[in-house]
């Protein structure tokens, strides 16, 4: 079973379009987040929820949208899509047990191409 | 604020050499956990190992070692006798304790040539 599993493995569509991303974790973790990986690798958190509740949201613009409905998902839909949204977004949870302690657990990406 | 540094962006080796990935972080929270993520060219990330700030001690897993040192918060990784497969992006990464966000530093590529 895979912990963290993230839909779709790649994104191709064009600009100005809305798109979503889907995300669900097996793990029973509290926490689950957003990150974009640029083209030079970067990893920048966009946002971070609690038990369904946006705790972070790093001055992502207002088109990206992440949905919660339960501690086990979250999804991120994109309006307007814009050619600089092109990246991989990773999906991941993590738990604040002392063994665990802010571990991330990563889905596979998404690649999301926008022409 | 916190902060990331990893100042080597390639590193380039060949088979059986030693090399070591530095990392050097910037934080003011008084307890943290630095982590060590591999990111191969399969493109999945990868964890490594965790380091609680208060816990110094080095730590040795087969051809990886890690040394922390608080007193240049800095948080280096050595493979030893590195292997083909060792070729990847590695991530050093800082969270507080208490908080909700993980920051990456900027990754190091790393290629072992056969």
């Known amino acids: 079973d895979t912990a963290v599993s993230q839909t779709p493995k790649y994104l191709v569509t064009q600009m100005g379009n809305d798109k979503s991303i889907k995300c669900e974790q097996n793990?029973?973790?509290?926490?689950m987040y957003w990150y974009k990986q640029d083209s030079k690798k970067f990893l920048k958190i966009m946002f971070s929820y609690n038990n369904k509740e946006l705790i972070i949201n790093e001055t992502v613009p207002n088109r990206f949208s992440p949905k919660s409905p339960d501690k086990a998902h979250l999804n991120l839909h994109i309006n307007s899509l814009e050619l600089g949204d092109s990246a991989v977004y990773f999906c991941?949870?993590?738990?604040?047990?002392?063994?665990?302690?802010?571990?991330?657990?990563f889905g596979s990406g998404t690649q999301l191409s926008v022409l | 604020a916190q902060k990331v540094t990893q100042a080597q962006t390639e590193i380039s080796v060949v088979e059986k050499e030693d090399v070591t990935l530095d990392c050097v972080y910037e934080?003011?929270?008084?307890?943290?956990?630095l982590f060590w993520y591999k990111q191969p060219p399969s493109g999945e990330l990868v964890f490594l190992i965790r380091?609680?700030?208060?816990?110094?001690q080095n730590e040795i897993s087969g051809r990886y070692s890690w040394n922390f040192q608080k007193s240049t918060s800095s948080f280096n990784f050595t493979i030893t006798a590195s292997q083909v497969v060792d070729s990847a992006v590695y991530f050093c990464?800082?969270?507080?304790?208490?908080?909700?966000?993980?920051?990456f530093g900027a990754g190091t590529r790393l290629f072992v040539k056969a």
């Open positions: 793990l029973g973790h509290d926490t």
């Open positions: 380091r609680n700030s208060f816990d110094e």
């Open positions: 990464a800082l969270s507080a304790t208490g908080g909700f966000k993980t920051i």
């Open positions: 991941a949870s993590s738990q604040d047990y002392e063994r665990e302690g802010k571990k991330l657990f």
């Open positions: 934080t003011r929270d008084t307890t943290y956990y």
